[in-house]
């Protein structure tokens, strides 16, 4: 019975990847988000994977088909003309042979790369197709390091909301103040015709994520320059983490593929950020923080973002802490893991990672601590994401006290997250 109902969701999963396929990229959801999304096409590919190999890899390599010369990759591709969007390209004005954003996201391809050859059934060809993406992702690695990190700390900074992939956090608050927004150009928002502008970014904060565009525009998208003129540079341990695990997991493919070079950088990488990382901690949160560059300080915000790092090697009394503070809020919590920490005043279980639960992030908090030997705790994790499918389908987020759908609907990573669930279960 119970392998019967797993396997009647993994074909409605399949169906819901099915439906935003474009072919050659896969979009997250119809209407609120019609282009291919960065972190969201290399996590969907590990879903892809489980019913067609070819389309898995294609799905990342589309990706890194528009990287820029300078190695960065963009957080969103617009392969075509879609005013459901905004901003879009006549917004962005990146001037790329195909439109593109001018910023970018968690860097988790090299996780996802790597997963997919561990798992293919088709070693030969996964072999060829990763070691045509290797050089791609070690130029991105490459391009973080020297721009978002230029005085050589061993972190990078995100200099806009959107780069984190946790694009409304509390995180983002305090250092918001600090960006202007005289000068915005007027702009009518579309988000809010596809969602609940209750579980949305208030004006406010969009006239910063707008004013912050519009500044880098203006700079020509030079990202040499971007970084230290952005009055927005915080280091997000969890943007860190995916990155160190991805650097650590190309590692290990390029030595798996002969590739030593591109092992050797990216080891040196992921050990220099690990030992950066513990600046980060907190012990009074139970977790890291975020670290607002500019004026050099922690940010006192408990989110998601200071539990991912169990992503990541860090060292194991932080995984212990981490799965303890997890625990803590599971106390409180239906379902795990929100997005914020429900003790703070500010956490909001509606709106937009300010309390929601998030299955892409539940899924890299969960393998982390199955990996470290916290299995208890990442099944808890895992039991959480299986039910609220079950009880609320394939949304873009979830409330973590009533498990109520919020955002979009028939969303593409949440469904290859089922999949992968799902499989590890069994
Ligand atoms: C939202 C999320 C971001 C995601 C995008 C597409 O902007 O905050 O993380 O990549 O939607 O799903």
């Known amino acids: 019975m119970i392998s019967l109902a797993v396997n009647e969701t993994i074909a409605r999963a399949v169906e819901v990847l099915r439906e935003n396929d474009h072919g050659d990229y896969t979009i997250p959801t119809k209407g609120l988000y019609p282009f291919q999304w960065n972190w969201d096409s290399c996590l969907t590919a590990l879903g892809l994977a489980h019913y067609d190999e070819a389309r898995a890899w294609t799905e ?35 001037n790329r042979p195909t439109a593109t954003s001018g910023i970018t996201q968690p860097a988790v391809a090299g996780f996802a790369v790597r997963r997919l050859f561990d798992r293919a059934k088709d070693k030969e060809l996964a072999a060829e ?42 995180d983002w608050d305090d250092a918001f103040e600090r960006v ?13 015709l596809h969602a609940d502008p209750a579980h949305r970014p208030t004006k406010a904060q969009y006239d910063r994520y707008l004013w912050l565009l519009q500044h880098f525009r203006a700079l020509g998208w030079d990202n040499a320059k971007l970084h230290d003129a952005s009055p927005f540079q915080i280091v997000d341990p969890g943007f860190n983490a995916i990155l160190i695990r991805s650097a650590a997991d190309l590692a290990d493919l390029a030595e798996t593929l002969g590739e030593m070079e591109i092992a050797k950088a990216n080891r040196a990488r992921a050990e220099k950020g690990l030992l950066a990382m513990e600046r980060l901690w907190s012990d009074a949160h139970g977790q890291y923080l975020c670290l607002d560059r500019v004026i050099g300080k922690l940010v006192d915000s408990a989110s998601v973002g200071g539990i991912l790092p169990v992503f990541s090697a860090i060292p194991k009394p932080r995984i212990a802490a981490i799965a303890a503070t997890i625990e803590r809020i599971a106390g409180k919590a239906r379902y795990i893991v929100p997005s914020h920490d429900l003790d703070d005043p500010r956490f909001d279980a509606k709106r937009y990672w300010r309390g929601p639960v998030w299955l892409v992030v539940n899924y ?63």
Not at 402 to 421: H, K, Q, Y
Request: glycine content about 8%.
């Open 364 to 426: 890299m908090i969960a393998d982390g601590l199955a990996a470290s030997g916290h299995t208890q705790v990442a099944q808890r994790i895992t039991r959480s994401s299986v039910d609220l499918i079950a009880e609320s389908g394939f949304a873009e987020y979830y409330d973590p006290l009533s498990g109520e759908p919020l955002g979009g609907g028939r969303f593409t990573w949440t469904a290859a997250m089922v999949i992968e669930f799902l499989k590890s279960e069994r």
């Open 180 to 192: 202007p927004t005289e000068g915005v150009e007027a702009y009518t928002r579309r988000d809010t």
């Open 60 to 94: 990342i390599e589309t990706l890194f088909a528009h990287q820029w010369p300078d190695g960065v990759v963009p957080h969103i591709v617009f392969h075509v003309l879609n005013d459901s969007y905004f901003p879009g390209p006549e917004i962005w004005r990146t």
């Open 129 to 170: 197709r990763a070691r045509a993406l290797l050089p791609k992702i070690d130029a991105w690695h490459r391009w973080f390091y020297e721009n978002r990190d230029p005085r050589g700390e061993g972190l990078v900074a995100i200099i806009h909301p959107w780069e984190s992939g946790r694009d409304n956090s509390i």
